[in-house]
């Protein structure tokens, strides 16, 4: 929603002649202050909005004296570089170094990658794989056959590409468990060295933190920050979809919602059994109670399902067997299904009990399945 300016104040061009010389040189030090922050750190939103306080202040050089006029820029100025600098501090944070690195790091479509924070690269070839960290950190069991070492110093971060069609359980140095969906990456350090835990995830992933009061655990999406009190929550937050969303299991979470916003950013603490949605383009945060089964059933191979739409099932599907599905009628994706789908069972079979409870039929060719309405005419 858009700041509305004060009535009183209507936003204007500022004209350099109608300012004092004290007024100008401190009008251009904004500006170069302005320009010394990065443009990507200030959404173009709020850059507007800090510069429109400024403007305001100036304004009201007509209306009151020229020390008030002073004092209220000088505020203002003090404001935007208390601002500009916490943001520029609050982005070199683990979560965006985090973020760059998921983002620079390119998965395979055939195995799961692990990426070694000296850059080692080790594939895993089963459809569910493990891995658990062993010491410090130090040391990697692989599906309990292989062992891999690796130097651990400071802070060092290694990362978990899980291709469609594949999926991952990882327990990490600290004995937190993450079950990784299809589809997803998972940013983590060999060993949390810092008094915070903190994770980043691109895709779903299911959490089983292991508790320890003074060190907090912290996961971290594009859109969402999750502050974690020992506890057991799903995340889900892939680049395709237009929302993130959190379902607590049990304990307690903390999440912030747009949270590389300033002024914008949303927080909200959950109880076990809630939902919370959080939908970037309209900038909305939903809360509210739910099955959570139908949200974390697929953690063990299946999906249990109450009135779902039929497009989000078949989105769901398309990533955990890695293949293609459409629909030929769009409106076919409100449909609802209800029941329970063994994922452990051919994409075939899935389909067969899809198609029956939602009255429609499918095509396929090799890796792609068309459903659409039955052309049987009785």
Request: charged fraction near 25%; proline fraction near 3%; charge should be positive.
């Given at each position: ?16 002649e109608?300012?004092s010389e004290?007024d ?8 170069q202050?302005?320009q010394?922050i990065r443009?990507?750190t200030l959404?173009?939103?709020e850059?507007e909005y ?8 100036i ?6 004296r ?16 208390l601002?500009?600098?916490?943001y520029l501090?609050f982005?070199?944070?683990s979560g ?21 924070a ?7 070839e089963?459809?569910n794989s493990?891995?658990v ?7 990697i069991q692989?599906d309990?056959?292989t062992?891999?070492?690796?130097e651990v110093a400071g802070?060092?971060f290694?990362?978990l590409?899980?291709?469609?069609g594949k999926?991952s359980?990882?327990?990490l140095s600290d004995?937190?468990k993450?079950?990784v969906n299809s589809?997803?990456k ?6 949390f060295d810092s008094?915070?835990?903190e994770?980043?995830?691109e895709?779903?992933a299911y959490?089983?933190?292991s508790h320890?009061a ?6 971290h999406t ?8 020992g ?8 680049a ?5 969303s959190?379902?607590?299991v049990?304990?307690s979470?903390e ?9 914008k950013a ?5 109880e076990?059994g809630?939902r ?6 309209k ?15 697929w953690?063990n ?5 109450t009135?779902?739409?039929?497009a989000?099932?078949?989105k ?5 067997y890695d293949?293609?599905i459409q629909?030929?009628?769009m409106?076919s ?6 029941g329970?789908?063994d994922?452990q069972?051919?994409?075939t079979?899935?389909l067969d009990?899809v198609?029956?409870g939602t009255s429609?039929?499918y ?6 399945f068309?459903?659409?309405k ?5």
């Amino acid at each position: 929603m858009k700041r509305k300016l004060p009535k009183k104040v209507q936003r204007q061009d500022i004209k350099p002649e109608e300012l004092s010389e004290e007024d100008r040189k401190t009008a251009d030090t904004t500006r170069q202050l302005m320009q010394h922050i990065r443009h990507e750190t200030l959404p173009p939103s709020e850059r507007e909005y800090i510069w429109t306080q400024v403007e305001e202040s100036i304004q009201q050089k007509k209306q009151i004296r020229m020390n008030r006029l002073w004092y209220s820029i000088a505020a203002t100025v003090t404001l935007l570089l208390l601002a500009g600098l916490g943001y520029l501090n609050f982005r070199k944070d683990s979560g965006t170094v985090m973020r760059q690195l998921a983002s620079n790091t390119v998965g395979d479509p055939e195995n799961t990658k692990l990426v070694l924070a000296d850059q080692r690269t080790i594939n895993l070839e089963r459809q569910n794989s493990s891995l658990v960290y062993e010491g410090n950190g130090n040391r990697i069991q692989i599906d309990s056959a292989t062992a891999v070492d690796q130097e651990v110093a400071g802070q060092e971060f290694n990362t978990l590409i899980v291709p469609y069609g594949k999926r991952s359980v990882i327990t990490l140095s600290d004995g937190t468990k993450i079950w990784v969906n299809s589809g997803s990456k998972l940013v983590y350090p060999a060993h949390f060295d810092s008094k915070q835990r903190e994770v980043y995830v691109e895709g779903q992933a299911y959490f089983a933190v292991s508790h320890a009061a003074d060190h907090p655990f912290f996961v971290h999406t594009k859109n969402m920050k999750v502050q974690v009190f020992g506890t057991e929550f799903d995340v889900s937050a892939y680049a395709d979809d237009q929302q993130t969303s959190t379902v607590l299991v049990k304990g307690s979470i903390e999440l912030t919602a747009n949270q590389q916003s300033i002024f914008k950013a949303q927080k909200r603490k959950l109880e076990p059994g809630m939902r919370a949605v959080y939908v970037a383009g309209k900038g909305s945060l939903e809360v509210k109670q739910v099955n959570v089964g139908e949200y974390i059933s697929w953690k063990n191979g299946y999906l249990a399902l109450t009135r779902a739409p039929l497009a989000g099932i078949l989105k769901k599907l398309a990533r955990y067997y890695d293949v293609d599905i459409q629909l030929t009628e769009m409106e076919s994706g409100s449909r609802t299904f209800s029941g329970t789908l063994d994922l452990q069972e051919d994409i075939t079979k899935v389909l067969d009990i899809v198609a029956a409870g939602t009255s429609l039929t499918y095509q396929q060719s090799e890796r792609r399945f068309v459903l659409g309405k039955s052309t049987i005419t009785k």
